[in-house]
């Protein structure tokens, strides 16, 4: 379902305002580029770790420990190979949003940027509610 045009200013006002907050933290999100065979690889790591589960019960409720050291081993490998495959790569791609940034001379001395309003937002709600 295609966001209606409101929506889509929306979001093109807080990529502008997150650029002008951290620029560094946003341009890092942008070069998160996905490898190729990268899904068949998380897939393969969630399969390893689910087989890993099984067989770390089946060695527990056996009794049988090489079973179940077996299955801990084959379960921390899948999980290492789906964190691997999600964490972005070491490429980056091209910011378009980076190069209409206004300059740090250019831009009017801060007031409370974008994350200061949200963690304010937040902190008023949390008090709202007594927690």
Same mark, same amino acid.
């Given at each position: 379902?295609?966001?209606?045009?409101?929506?889509?200013?929306?979001?093109?006002?807080?990529?502008?305002?997150?650029?002008?907050?951290?620029? @560094?933290?946003?341009?890092?999100?942008?070069?998160?580029?996905? !490898?190729?065979?990268? !899904? !068949?690889? $998380?897939?393969?790591?969630?399969?390893?770790?689910?087989?890993?589960?099984?067989?770390?019960?089946?060695? $527990?409720? &056996?009794?049988?420990?090489?079973?179940?050291?077996?299955?801990?081993?084959?379960?921390?490998?899948? &999980?290492?190979?789906?964190?691997?495959?999600?964490?972005?790569?070491?490429?980056?791609?091209?910011?378009?949003?980076?190069?209409?940034?206004?300059? $740090?001379?250019?831009? $009017?001395?801060?007031?409370?940027?974008?994350?200061?309003?949200?963690?304010?937002?937040? !902190? @008023?709600?949390?008090?709202?509610?007594?927690?």
């Amino acid at each position: 379902m295609p966001l209606s045009e409101h929506e889509q200013r929306l979001l093109e006002q807080m990529e502008r305002a997150l650029y002008a907050e951290d620029p @560094k933290f946003a341009s890092s999100l942008r070069s998160a580029v996905p !490898r190729p065979g990268g !899904r !068949r690889r $998380a897939a393969i790591g969630v399969l390893a770790a689910l087989v890993g589960v099984g067989l770390l019960v089946t060695g $527990a409720a &056996t009794s049988y420990i090489v079973v179940g050291v077996l299955g801990f081993l084959v379960m921390l490998g899948g &999980t290492v190979l789906v964190v691997t495959t999600m964490r972005p790569g070491a490429a980056t791609a091209a910011t378009p949003a980076a190069t209409t940034r206004p300059t $740090a001379s250019a831009k $009017a001395p801060k007031q409370g940027g974008f994350m200061d309003r949200v963690e304010e937002r937040f !902190r @008023k709600r949390r008090e709202g509610d007594g927690f």
